[in-house]
């Protein structure tokens, strides 16, 4: 059973820097990849970076590159999955979404239908 839960949200003036976790629970340590999506009120939600496994290859939406950093630690039991965010803008406020696929790398982008188990949400809120 998969079991996604966030961590680390709350708000922060703009110019500030957040850590986000995902507690991953019964994710195998095996090919998969884990994400992190963000919804802004009256959006759609939207993907901000994923990262493959074992690959470790990285993907950063154009809007967080240079700022977003994914990592994910797999010596952790259960898996954890980390965004750090840095140069916070009022624009990244949202929720922001864990999300995993498993047995598959990641592909181009980030898509919700690609993924198939879902954390709750945290908030995140900058203010200027």
């Known amino acids: 059973q998969v079991h996604l839960v966030e961590s680390g949200g709350g708000s922060v003036q703009a110019g500030g820097s957040l850590r986000l976790s995902c507690t991953a629970s019964?994710?195998?340590?095996?090919?998969?990849?884990m994400a992190w999506f963000r919804q802004a009120p009256g959006k759609e939600r939207e993907g901000v970076a994923t990262?493959?496994?074992?690959?470790?290859?990285?993907?950063?939406a154009d809007a967080v590159k240079g700022r977003f950093a994914i990592s994910q630690d797999e010596a952790r039991n259960p898996i954890s999955l980390y965004l750090q965010m840095n140069s916070l803008r009022p624009e990244d406020t949202a929720i922001y979404y864990c999300?995993?696929?498993?047995?598959?790398?990641?592909?181009?982008?980030?898509?919700?239908?690609?993924?198939?188990?879902w954390g709750q949400g945290i908030q995140v809120t900058v203010s200027s």
């Open positions: 999300a995993a696929a498993l047995g598959r790398l990641c592909p181009g982008g980030a898509q919700t239908a690609d993924f198939g188990f």
């Open positions: 019964g994710v195998p340590i095996s090919k998969n990849c």
């Open positions: 990262i493959s496994w074992p690959s470790h290859n990285t993907y950063e």
